[in-house]
């Protein structure tokens, strides 16, 4: 336990008085006691000399908030929005009945930086428990958890402090509860979702992928669902079971002996998008306690389907439509009441890598959630490998398509569409061509790959078997429309890929050239620090050290 300084205790008790039965407190830095807390608690988590832009950063927020430029941020229970939540909290039966806690941050629009500092604080005494940390650069999501220190409390709370900036600029300085401290009997299992689909490539994934279907699906990434319903609003399948050491108390009520937690968060983009009371209420009618096993809590929330004899029921987010840039990171929180009157907890949750690196019992991790990566605009007219153009809209998988490279051809894998939202761009070349993409699509060009986003008037492109350059660059904005992509396997090496084709005689990446790029790019620290602000720049240099030593 780390024993506070009675100044902290006293502005814990100052700022717990300001949120009362909140959860949640954005800052006004022009309180000199709140900007002394957030300070203290700043300098407390982090090595403020090697990120010396926290404290810049919070500076920066109290000097606009002064001047009556940095207002409250807003959210939305409709949209992609901010989010800042303390996803766990309980004992590990699995280490010792030590306290645990994780977190997570995400910004919509995504973060220049992001700082979590979390810790779990005894009621009784005002000893901090446990406490962990993350910082993240130029990203969308920043996950956070506790240290492992011994603790067996029950009257407990955790706060996360977040702050940094977010990608246009905006301060984040803002404070996070959470109270609901539940016993954990024991580390619940958890089935893997089931796919249901026509041909399952990995029979249990939970991965989906928005669009037509298709005959063969990309190696070594798990699309299982699919469908085409014309309005590609939100939904994802879950179906699987939670068995625990306890008899659930009947009847299952929601709100009462059954608690639901579901969101899913945009990795691409940032911001989390989470179900609305009314669809959650429907989404609760799909969980049942096992027939057979009073211990077992079933959830059937199947997807749509053309081959299977199942209800087309899956977890709806409202009327909103996926963006057409979407890897989304599901998580569902499920908390039950038991027979003897404690609690029971399981959470299923996307991470990238699959690790199960969670202090908590309990959690399921699966993949992240793909339904399309950066798009081209519908009537986009795609070179087929027998020389002729198709819009790309029209494309199905297996057929094969240019790729651009010595006149290859390439095989379609699988094909998607989504719906775009934003600015776009309008790119004409000086052989007279001219197409409409996302800013984040890849082009090719001599030196190699660049985003729509990096082209200028006289750059040169690779196009189909020439070379020519940019004469307009034009941005779009509020561009509204139907986006399309490819994926490819090359046909005459299966252990590589084609990752492009021509398209308006352009030649393009497919959906994982540009991810491979995304990450070229998250992983160099020129470009890095070319997004953000120099003040940042001392701070990138520590988040890539400490990312080396990882």
């Known amino acids: 336990m780390t024993e506070p300084t009675n100044r902290e205790k006293e502005l814990q008790t100052y700022i717990d008085g300001l949120m009362g039965d909140a959860e949640h407190l954005d800052f006004d830095l022009t309180d000199p006691k709140q900007y002394e807390y957030a300070r203290l608690m700043a300098e407390k988590g982090f090595d403020t000399e090697r990120y010396p832009g926290i404290l810049k950063t919070l500076d920066l927020h109290r000097d606009m908030q002064e001047k009556g430029e940095a207002g409250i941020e807003s959210t939305s229970d409709n949209s992609f929005a901010n989010n800042y939540q303390i996803t766990g909290l309980s004992t590990t039966v699995t280490n010792n009945n030590n306290i645990a806690s994780n977190g997570l941050g ?36 920043l996950n956070v958890a506790t240290n492992s220190a011994a603790a067996n409390l029950q009257n407990v709370t ?17 404070l996070k509860k959470y109270t609901a401290l539940y016993e954990t009997e024991s580390d619940p299992t958890i089935t893997q979702p089931v796919a249901y689909c026509s041909n399952p490539f990995v029979p249990n994934a939970i991965n989906i992928a928005m669009g037509r ?50 969101n899913v968060t945009n990795k691409s983009n940032g911001g989390t998008l989470s179900i609305t009371p009314q669809n959650l209420g429907t989404v ?45 990171l599901f998580y569902c929180s499920m908390l039950v009441q038991f027979t003897d009157g404690t609690y029971g907890s399981a959470i299923v949750q996307s991470v990238e890598g699959g690790t199960d690196d969670d202090p908590l019992d309990g959690v399921l991790n699966i993949d992240p959630i793909s339904f399309i990566y950066h798009c081209l605009a519908e009537g986009t007219k795609v070179t087929m490998a027998n ?15 240019l790729t651009g490279e010595n006149n290859e051809a390439a095989l379609v894998e699988f094909t998607n569409k989504g719906a775009h939202f934003g600015a776009a761009i309008l790119i004409k070349s000086a052989d007279g061509n001219k197409i409409i993409a996302s800013r984040e699509h890849v082009f090719i060009s001599p030196e190699g790959i660049k985003h729509a986003y990096d082209l200028r ?13 940019i004469t307009d660059v034009t941005t779009l904005p ?6 399309y992509n490819l994926g490819l396997k090359s046909k005459t090496n299966n252990a590589g890929r084609i990752e492009t084709f021509v398209a308006n005689r352009f030649v393009v990446g497919d959906i994982m050239a540009q991810r491979k790029q995304t990450e070229i790019n998250r992983n160099d620290i020129s470009w890095v620090k070319s997004q953000v602000p120099e003040y940042l720049h001392t701070d990138v240099d520590s988040y890539f050290e400490d990312k080396s030593l990882k």
Not at 165 to 170: I, L, N
Not at 478 to 483: A, C, H, L, P, V
């Open 106 to 141: 995400t910004v919509a629009g995504g973060y220049n930086s992001l700082n979590l500092f979390l810790f779990v604080k005894d009621n009784t005494t005002g000893d901090t428990v446990v406490q962990g940390t993350n910082s993240g650069i130029k990203d969308t999501v």
């Open 158 to 174: 955790a706060y996360m402090q977040v702050g940094g900036t977010a990608a246009d600029g905006t301060p984040i300085n803002t």
């Open 213 to 262: 279907p298709w005959s063969d699906k990309q190696r070594g990434v798990r699309y299982d669902y699919s469908w085409d319903d014309g309005s590609m609003a939100g939904k994802v399948p879950l179906v699987g079971s939670v068995t625990f050491k306890k008899d659930i108390k009947t009847p299952l009520a929601l709100n009462n002996t059954l608690l639901l937690q579901i």
């Open 284 to 328: 609760a009618g799909a969980f049942s306690i096992d027939g057979s096993n009073p211990k077992q809590l079933n959830f059937s929330l199947h997807a749509p389907t053309t081959s299977e004899p199942t209800p087309d029921n899956p977890i709806v987010f409202t009327d909103v439509t996926w963006p057409s840039d979407l890897i989304a």
């Open 387 to 401: 020389g002729t153009q198709k819009p790309i809209e029209e494309i199905v998988a297996g057929e094969e398509v």
């Open 457 to 469: 008037r006289g750059d040169v492109l690779l196009m189909e078997n020439k070379q020519s350059q």
């Open 478 to 483: 509020d561009y509204e429309g139907i986006f």
